[in-house]
C-alpha cells in the first residue's frame, strides 16, 4: 500500500533551519507530485508549495518565497522541504501529501511538529 | 490568495444531513473543477474525502458528496454518524497554478 512516512519532530531557535523529509513507497515515485501543507496550532491548513517528483519543478506560496527550499531524491523516493530562516509563526505540523495531479491531495504523511522558539 | 471561505462549525442530528459552503472566487472555485474536500480529526493528517468538485476516492463513504455553483462549493454529510465529528476544509486550485485551503469548518454531530 501507499506510505509517506516523515522524518520525526524538530525544535530550532529562530533563524535556524529545518528539514523535513517524506520518504514515499508503494507506488511510482515519479508518477505524482508531492505537496507540502501546514498546520498551525489550533489553525486551519496553508498549502506551501509543490515539487514534481518527475523533473523537481517546484511551486511555492508567494508569502514563502527565498524561504522555502523543496528537494527530491529520486533514488530513495524521497522529498524534502527545508525553511529557512525559521521564524516563530513557522511553528506548526508539517504534512507531505502525494497529489492526483490538479485534483487533490490523495495520500499524506503522518505530518512533523516543528516547534521554533528561543 | 486569499483563504476560501467556510463556515466556523456547523451541527446536525445523528441521522440527519448537514451541508458546508466553500465561497472563493472567479480565479478558483469559479474558474475551475479542481476542488476537493478533507476530513480531519483531532491529532490526524486530513483525508482526502472529494475531488474535482464531486467525485469519491475508492473507500470514501457515499454519503459525502459535493457540488458547486458559481463560486461556492458544497459538501454534503448524509445520514451524520457520530464519527463525522471532525474538522472539514475545502481546497481548490488556482489561476496562479497554487492551492488554497478554505479555514475549515468544525462539524458537531448532536
Known amino acids: 500500500q501507499i506510505q509517506m512516512v516523515q522524518s520525526g519532530g524538530e525544535v530550532k531557535k529562530p533563524g535556524a533551519s529545518v528539514k523535513v523529509s517524506c520518504k514515499t513507497s508503494g507506488y511510482p515515485f515519479t508518477n505524482h507530485g508531492i505537496n507540502w501543507v501546514r498546520q498551525a496550532p489550533g489553525q486551519g491548513l496553508e498549502w506551501m508549495g509543490w515539487i514534481s517528483a518527475y523533473n523537481g519543478n517546484t511551486k511555492y506560496i508567494e508569502k514563502l518565497q527565498g524561504r522555502i527550499t523543496m528537494t527530491i531524491d529520486k533514488s530513495t523516493s524521497t522529498a524534502y522541504m527545508e525553511l529557512s530562516p525559521l521564524r516563530g509563526d513557522d511553528t506548526a505540523v508539517y504534512y507531505c501529501?502525494?497529489?492526483?495531479?490538479?485534483?487533490?491531495?490523495?495520500?499524506w504523511g503522518q505530518g512533523t511538529l516543528v516547534i521554533v522558539s528561543s | 490568495q486569499s483563504a476560501l471561505t467556510q463556515p466556523p462549525s456547523a451541527s446536525g442530528s445523528l441521522g440527519q444531513s448537514v451541508t458546508i459552503s466553500c465561497t472563493g472566487t472567479?480565479?478558483?472555485?469559479?474558474?475551475?473543477?479542481?476542488v476537493s474536500w478533507y476530513q480531519q480529526s483531532p491529532g490526524k493528517a486530513p483525508k482526502l474525502l472529494i475531488y474535482?468538485?464531486?467525485n469519491r476516492p475508492p473507500g470514501v463513504s457515499t454519503r459525502f458528496s459535493g457540488s458547486k455553483s458559481g463560486n461556492t462549493a458544497s459538501l454534503t454529510i448524509s445520514g451524520l454518524l457520530a464519527e463525522d465529528e471532525a474538522d472539514y476544509y475545502c481546497s481548490s486550485f488556482t489561476g496562479s497554478s497554487t492551492w488554497v485551503f478554505g479555514g475549515g469548518t468544525k462539524v458537531t454531530v448532536l
Open positions: 472567479s480565479n478558483d472555485v469559479g474558474g475551475y473543477n479542481y
Open positions: 474535482e468538485v464531486s
Open positions: 501529501a502525494r497529489d492526483l495531479g490538479v485534483a487533490g491531495l490523495q495520500d
